[in-house]
């Protein structure tokens, strides 16, 4: 059974870049499909970013250009390098995994994008 754990979140100033991290364990990352989700408060989740067993990267509309996904297999993560960071990226962050039979998310980290 996979487990992910994310890490990076905090707090930053408008302008500034932040890079999350989702590590897995307990089966082959290699295999998953990954992405990484936010949720504000009162606001739907909604998809940030997806990176495919390939290599092929999709990003949200409102992170597209600003935001980066990429996949380390050996390491066993994928990170999320988040620039031009604005107030309304703040939010909780997730990652997920998905290889078309098993699936699972991420605890979370917080972003806070303030001065």
């Known amino acids: 059974q996979v487990q992910l754990v994310e890490s990076g979140g905090g707090l930053v100033q408008p302008g500034g870049s932040l890079r999350l991290s989702c590590t897995a364990s307990g089966s082959i990352f290699s295999r998953y499909y990954m992405e990484w989700y936010r949720q504000a408060p009162g606001k739907q989740r909604e998809l940030v970013a997806g990176?495919?067993?390939?290599?092929?990267?999709t990003y949200g509309r409102s992170v597209k250009g600003r935001f980066t996904i990429s996949r380390d297999n050996a390491k066993n993560t994928s990170y999320l390098q988040m620039s031009s960071l604005k107030p309304e990226d703040t939010a909780v962050y997730y990652c997920?995994?998905?290889?078309?039979?098993?699936?699972?998310w991420g605890q979370g980290t917080q972003v806070t994008v303030s001065s």
């Open positions: 997920s995994c998905d290889d078309g039979h098993t699936s699972a």
């Open positions: 990176i495919g067993t390939g290599g092929t990267t």
